[in-house]
């Protein structure tokens, strides 16, 4: 079933006539015409020519249907504005649900990711520079962190939108005694807009707007994580890039040793398409006085959210499709000296050298090593020996120039794996640390995937209760 303008206009006047005949403001031979009447207009919305949008094209279908105008009856109280204000608040509900779901699946794919790397050691970077060593299951923890903070600005959200408008009539209410409460609950609402103003002219601005930050937050993430992808493609020997054909890469038709990554290419499209959309939503509501129908679009509001739907399966192709070299990840780091602060934090958490004077020894040794092409797991002790004693020299007149580090532990603190065992703070790339953030974030992930089961079981409680409700009247 379609849930779109025609479908809430349906629904919309269903719970009109029920709660009208109720509180004794629609006769009832006159609501029995009514629910005959919507019923042959709901069945002639098979045809999509038919399935209006607007009220003052439902309206006239109504009363044809009637063969009466008596039936406007049901419009006591009513207008477009709180109508229309009604299904633009239900079409959002129905798009925010949607992406919910879409990016709980991404992160249960990249907590998948997870589980598999949590052994895979990868360079990270600051700067676009190599600058220390982690794993890759800490690297795709902190997208999980960033997602999750995403979908809970979704959960959010929803109490704000969760209001229906039905009742502000324009914007300052009717004298008709509607009950705004049993409306409110039949299109499954936790309550209704509590100021008639804002109900249709200042909420139906500022709740796309806040709906098109979120997503254009998620979409930030999913480029970031491409790009961080991306940069490995310009490297003769990537240690992660994507399987390749099955759409994920495609040849050139000129350079045969070419693979192009035309998903990451394209998904990388489809987010920048949000972040720009998003950014549409907020010039179309800007500087524009209340009453404006400009930022109020159901087309452009849930064209972002299909865009966003889109980005995040696409993305999910791109998670099932990585190929991670762990072997070439653990060299990656070994060719650089990702591993040169763990000298300077062990010369001082050890043996009581200030920080800078062994930031200054590591220093020292990272750039004898690039003039002399040497690598961090063949470095000389007996080189490390002559800078410590030149630099302590230099920087600490008096004190021992003898490095007391010894050779086991001058080469254990340069392997990657080792570094990464010995971090010791909550949240860092240990091993322990990781296990821990997995499970933690994996449980929120479950909390969050129950809540949306929730949402959408309690909407359509309250819609299959309206309609049962309306079936049954007589």
Not at 73 to 84: K, L, N
Not at 163 to 188: F, I, Q, S
Not at 389 to 412: H, L, Q, R
Not at 415 to 420: A, F, H, K, Q, Y
Request: charged letters at 25%; a negative charge.
């Amino acid at each position: 079933m379609v849930r779109d303008e025609f479908y809430w206009l349906g629904q919309i006047n269903k719970a009109t006539i029920l709660t009208n005949k109720a509180n004794g403001l629609l006769k009832p031979e006159v609501a029995a015409i009514a629910c005959r009447a919507l019923k042959q207009v709901l069945a002639s919305g098979d045809d999509p020519a038919n399935r209006v949008k607007r009220v003052i094209d439902f309206e006239p279908k109504l009363i044809a249907a009637a063969n009466t105008s008596e039936v406007t009856e049901i419009h006591v109280g009513r207008s477009s504005q709180d109508m229309h204000s009604t299904f633009r608040s239900a079409i959002m509900r129905d798009n925010l649900f949607d992406v919910m779901k879409a990016l709980e699946s991404t992160i249960s794919k990249l907590l998948e990711l997870t589980e598999r790397h949590q052994d895979t050691v990868m360079p990270s970077y600051t700067n676009g520079v190599a600058a220390q060593p982690t794993t890759f299951a800490h690297y795709l923890l902190g997208y999980v962190a960033g997602f999750l903070r995403d979908r809970a600005r979704l959960q959010e959200f929803l109490p704000r939108l969760n209001h229906c408008p039905m009742g502000a009539c324009v914007l300052n209410g009717t004298g008709w005694p509607l009950n705004r409460e049993a409306m409110a609950k039949y299109l499954g609402f936790d309550a209704p807009t509590r100021n008639a103003f804002d109900a249709t002219q200042i909420s139906m601005v500022d709740l796309p707007v806040e709906f098109a930050q979120i997503q254009a937050s998620v979409a930030l993430h999913v480029g970031e994580m491409i790009a961080d992808i991306m940069t490995q493609y310009a490297q003769p020997r990537p240690w992660i890039l994507l399987s390749e054909g099955n759409g994920n890469t495609y040849v050139s038709s000129a350079m045969p040793q070419k693979r192009n990554p035309g998903l990451l290419i394209s998904c990388r499209g489809n987010a920048s398409d949000v972040v720009s959309d998003a950014a549409a939503v907020v010039t179309r509501a800007h500087n524009i006085p209340s009453g404006m129908i400009d930022g109020k679009s159901v087309k452009i509001h849930s064209a972002l959210a299909q865009s966003t739907v889109k980005t995040l399966e696409r993305f999910n192709k791109i998670l099932d499709a990585l190929v991670v070299n762990k072997e070439r990840a653990l060299e990656e780091l070994n060719l650089d000296w990702t591993a040169s602060q763990e000298i300077a934090d062990r010369l001082m958490a050890e043996y009581g050298l200030p920080f800078r004077v062994g930031h200054h020894v590591a220093s020292g040794m990272v750039s004898y090593a690039r003039a002399n092409g040497i690598l961090p797991l063949t470095f000389p002790y007996d080189e490390m020996k002559r800078i410590y004693a030149e630099t302590v020299s230099k920087e600490m007149p008096g004190f021992d120039t003898a490095c007391p580090m010894s050779e086991e532990e001058f080469k254990a603190s340069l392997d990657p794996r080792e570094i990464i065992k010995r971090r010791r703070t909550s949240g860092s790339a240990n091993p322990a640390e990781v296990s821990a953030m997995l499970g933690e974030m994996s449980k929120e992930l479950k909390e969050f995937q129950t809540l949306t089961a929730l949402g959408l079981e309690a909407v359509s409680a309250a819609l299959a209760k309206l309609d049962s409700d309306f079936e049954s009247l007589k």
